[in-house]
């Protein structure tokens, strides 16, 4: 082996060592300068042909001067053949360039018509759906994460709904409150419900509607007793073992009858008390002002084409109770605002409907007959709200 000082010396850098980045500069250097040139040799007057004759008497008669010009016009000559061959190369690369930027183009094209291809296929729903279920995130209640879906269709692909899975029907404003609904629905699998009528109600209200489907019972009531037969029922109270009085402040039917004599603030006050006072009356007279009479309605119209009807915001469902008595069905939607006021309304053998005034009514176009509403449609209501739901009625 060689001693040290016979190892022999480093190898020096080479040229192709220098970065990338101080090779294109004096690229750009060269370039700019040739350019330059080429502008002032254009731009300068043409000589004549007597300083060139006065030019070549010079060269000739002093042959040093003739031998350096000659050497500049040779180094001259090197640099614009090296700088035309940048160009050319310049040239390739723009070109190549051009045809990846027609590329770029060509595939953007593709891609939004492709996009514009699915939107308009319905075969593409799910795939919408998949997003907002994505919204929410990985660590779900189980019973959540089932009851959002999606579900595959057992026979596949179903030309009806135009897709193969299915996603149950959840409120989008749900994801905004998802600790509540997290909470909702956390519940003991095939047993009995949690008492959160409340709860649940007040998701509804924020925009959460519909809810999510629960795989519990609701509590059933204590030595349950059944509703009087019709027409009896249409004007008697239930019995107070009928339903169950968790939620609620008052826990029998006669306290919500003597609401409207006690002191306090309660929506609808008055709404139970059925045999006496304002509600036994409703909608039996003509008061000439703004109060129309059922039957001075119903003579607006051909006898007996006035078949079903809805009535908004129906408290415990009186103006239902008249129709029916006019074979008129009449569906009531109402909310239970401390008080069991569907289940009432059901008690009296008529329809509820457990849905807020936000919600597009579960009705098809021109189905119903008549529309009523009292005090729900008011100016608590955001103006877009009130109007959507005034041409959703019209629907």
């Given at each position: ?17 220098t970065s ?99 939107a308009n ?180 119209r051909p ?93």
């Open positions: 082996m060689g001693s040290m000082d016979d190892s022999p010396p480093p190898p020096r850098k080479s040229s192709s060592d990338p980045v101080k090779s294109m500069l004096k690229v750009l250097l060269l370039i700019v300068t040739t350019n330059i040139l080429t502008i002032y040799l254009l731009s300068s007057p043409s000589p004549s042909p007597s300083s060139l004759n006065l030019q070549s008497h010079l060269l000739l008669s002093n042959p040093t001067t003739s031998s350096i010009s000659t050497t500049t016009t040779t180094s001259l000559l090197l640099d614009l053949n090296a700088t035309r061959h940048l160009l050319a190369a310049a040239q390739i690369q723009i070109s190549e360039l051009t045809r990846r930027l027609k590329l770029s183009n060509s595939l953007s094209e593709s891609l939004l018509s492709e996009l514009g291809r699915h296929n319905p075969n593409t729903a799910s795939d919408d759906a998949a997003q907002v279920v994505a919204a929410w995130p990985e660590d779900i209640p189980p019973e959540l994460n089932l009851a959002i879906g999606p579900h595959a269709l057992p026979l596949g692909y179903s030309p009806n709904i135009g897709a193969d899975k299915l996603y149950p029907p959840l409120g989008l404003a749900c994801q905004h409150y998802q600790e509540e609904v997290f909470k909702y629905m956390t519940y003991e699998t095939y047993g009995e419900c949690p008492s959160d009528d409340v709860f649940a109600q007040r998701l509804m209200l924020k925009g959460c509607e519909p809810l999510p489907r629960r795989r519990c019972r609701p509590k059933s009531p204590i030595g349950y007793t059944q509703p009087a037969p019709l027409p009896d029922s249409l004007w008697s109270i239930p019995s107070d073992t009928s339903i169950v009085w968790d939620p609620y402040t008052c826990k029998n039917y006669t306290c919500l009858v003597n609401r409207n004599s006690a002191s306090g603030s309660y929506d609808c006050k008055d709404c139970f008390d059925i045999l006496r006072g304002r509600e036994r009356a409703r909608w039996t007279f003509d008061s000439g002002g703004l109060d129309y009479g059922i039957d001075g309605v119903l003579r607006t006898e007996g084409t006035v078949r079903i009807g809805l009535d908004l915001g129906g408290g415990t469902g009186t103006f239902a109770a008249r129709m029916r008595e006019r074979n008129v069905t009449v569906v009531t939607s109402t909310m239970n605002f401390d008080g069991p006021f569907n289940s009432f309304i059901a008690s009296r053998g008529l329809v509820p409907m457990h849905v807020s005034i936000a919600q597009r009514l579960p009705f098809f176009e021109g189905t119903l007959d008549i529309v009523h509403s009292m005090h729900v449609l008011s100016n608590w209501i955001p103006d877009t709200v009130l109007e959507f739901a005034l041409f959703d009625i019209y629907r």
